[in-house]
């Protein structure tokens, strides 16, 4: 059975937020973000001495008047971000699992309509085997992100996804100029965290979003049962397998998925990347406006 987060009053609420990110960014102009240079805005920012070849426009007269030096006005420069959304489509973020399945791209609609609601450019990037697509390309406006909602609710979930392939062979990525958000339950053999590495090296904002299921967390499995990996092509994969359940079994799962989220966590703290892991359980809403919030990306 499909399901499905998103409608008019799912992206109204979302009006009453903005996107949160880095002044020292530096985007392109005509956007709504306040960055830590000088520009052309009507906010008065402060003062600086006049340099020859400077804009005698600008000259402040009633302080010459007071200290016979020439100062000018500076003004607060706001500019236009560019905000990747890397989507995990493997078969682990949904191919059993309807809900998770919208709840990932309901939050990657959401950072999106946050994007175009603030005059950013926005892009969804498809990630499946070793590349991710980008069918939408960049848009800006919501007009043209209403149009790429539609569809990128059809997208369908299976097989494995490569997240540092994905991410570092992607050629629309460029510095310094927005954020990048991956949106995955991380589940995987690929080596995430040079992706993340690398955009870093590019000067990126990263904002990592795991996305687990109840069942994920906290598995209620007892007895005999069939483990069936949802990645598996070929049913006779050695990653399927019959086993008995103990209490011990699930006691060690649960200190190794804390171990993977603590991980995850202090890797991300040391590279100033914002990370959250949220339980497909939590209503989308309470997870944006509380979680994101948290972390501090939205305001």
Same mark, same amino acid.
């Given at each position: ?22 002044? =020292? ?36 007269? !009633? ?16 500019? &236009? +971000? &560019? ?9 682990? +973020? /949904?191919?059993? !699992? ?13 950072? /999106? ?5 603030? +005059?950013?450019?926005?892009?969804f990037h498809i990630m ?7 069918p939408f390309g960049t848009?800006? /406006? @919501? ?11 059809k997208v369908e979930f ?18 310094? !100029? ?31 979003? &795991? ?38 079994? &699930? @006691? ?6 804390? =171990? ?37 990306? +939205?305001?």
């Open positions: 059975m499909k399901v499905s987060y998103l409608n008019d009053r799912f992206f109204s609420r979302l009006e009453t937020l903005a996107l949160n990110l880095r002044s =020292d960014l530096a985007g392109y102009f005509g956007g709504k973000h306040l960055v830590s240079t000088y520009g052309q805005t009507v906010e008065f920012a402060d003062y600086r001495e006049y340099q020859l070849g400077d804009d005698i426009r600008r000259i402040d007269w !009633n302080l010459f008047s007071r200290f016979e030096k020439y100062f000018l006005k500076l003004f607060t420069d706001e500019r &236009q +971000m &560019q905000v990747q959304i890397f989507l995990d489509c493997s078969g682990s +973020m /949904g191919k059993d !699992n309807p809900q998770k399945a919208a709840y990932s791209v309901a939050t990657a609609a959401a950072i /999106g309509f946050l994007a175009v609601h603030n +005059m950013d450019k926005v892009s499946k085997g070793d590349r991710a697509e980008n848009m800006v /406006g @919501k007009q043209a992100f209403y149009r790429a909602i539609g569809e990128l609710e299976a097989d494995e996804t490569d997240i540092e392939s994905c991410v570092v062979t992607n050629p629309g990525t460029s510095a310094n !100029n927005g954020l990048t958000v991956i949106i995955s339950d991380f589940f995987t053999e690929s080596n995430w965290k040079k992706a993340v590495d690398y955009l870093c090296y590019k000067k990126r904002q990263v904002l990592l979003v &795991q996305v687990l299921t109840p069942e994920e967390i906290d598995p209620s499995y007892d007895g005999r049962v069939t483990l069936i990996d949802s990645e598996s092509v070929d049913i006779t994969d050695t990653k399927n397998m019959k086993i008995k359940i103990t209490r011990s079994m &699930q @006691k060690a799962y649960e200190e190794a998925l804390n =171990d993977f989220k603590q991980d995850m966590k202090t890797f991300c703290s040391k590279r100033g990347v914002d990370y959250v892991s949220v339980s497909t359980e939590k209503p989308i809403e309470k997870m944006l406006f509380g979680e994101l919030l948290k972390v501090g990306i +939205m305001e």
